[in-house]
């Protein structure tokens, strides 16, 4: 698939020009006139680099960066008539990876566009290489990398949403996460849930997990709050 790059841009002279050089340099053009319409088109299909110019109409560019890489590690390379150092700290701040004052030359845009998405790429191929640890929480160990559950060495099949619950969950054992913390958590991977949804996925992972459901020793409801992963005792062997 060639790379695709969505182009913010209100000035539909300026977005005409990106696209016919970006399309010549053989990236897929998505073009967006306002802040409302990047947002909601890069949650639909994520792009591999957005363009963002920063005085939008409806959602300014700050905002839209702010939310997406609050979701997302999608790179973004700014375009702002706004030179001075506190805006580009900012927008640096907010997560952009690169950023380009008004007025640029397309050559030199064309060139920020190729470092960034090479930065990219060499981030992803390192992550791919290193793999995230393996949480352990007493005898339970969830392996991100393998997408597994193990308890006491024998794997449990668990159901994708279920998986970054007990992920999320095992990543700060003892914390207390309220239902509302947890929607947002699993948003994406079970995009039409409630938070009695949760409790079925807790209820389902106590059948699973827990030597006895009824009173649980891992997964442990917080009256009131919430849930949080407990370190459940050694299981007992009669002698």
Excluded at 37 to 47: L, S, T
Excluded at 91 to 103: E, I
Excluded at 128 to 139: E, I, N, Q
Excluded at 149 to 164: H, M, Q, Y
Aim: charged share 30%; with cysteine; aromatic share 4%.
């Amino acid at each position: 698939m060639p790379t695709e790059i969505m182009v913010a841009e209100d000035d539909p002279k300026l977005a005409e020009v990106l696209r016919r050089y970006l399309e010549r340099e053989g990236y897929q053009v998505v073009l967006v006139p306002d802040g409302r319409q990047a947002i909601d088109r890069a949650r639909q299909r994520p792009p591999d680099l957005i363009i963002l110019d920063l005085m939008l109409p409806r959602v300014d560019g700050w905002d839209v960066c702010r939310v997406l890489k609050r979701e997302s590690e999608v790179p973004i390379l700014m375009l702002t008539a706004r030179s001075t150092q506190d805006d580009i700290v900012l927008g640096l701040d907010l997560g952009a990876d690169d950023y380009v004052t008004k007025p640029f030359g397309p050559p030199e845009l064309m060139a920020r566009v190729r470092t960034v998405l090479r930065r990219r790429a060499a981030d992803v191929a390192s992550d791919v290489a290193s793999g995230p640890a393996p949480l352990r929480v007493g005898p339970l160990v969830i392996d991100p990398d393998r997408h597994e559950v193990a308890l006491d060495g024998r794997v449990v099949d668990c159901t994708p949403a279920e998986f970054r619950l007990l992920e999320v969950l095992a990543a700060t054992p003892g914390r207390v996460y309220s239902r509302t913390q947890l929607l947002d958590y699993l948003h994406g991977i079970a995009r039409f849930i409630t938070e009695r949804t949760i409790d079925g996925h807790v209820k389902n992972l106590r059948k699973k997990l827990e030597a006895d459901p009824r009173q649980p020793q891992l997964l442990i409801t917080v009256y009131g709050v919430g849930y949080k992963l407990g370190h459940p005792a050694p299981p007992h062997h009669a002698p």
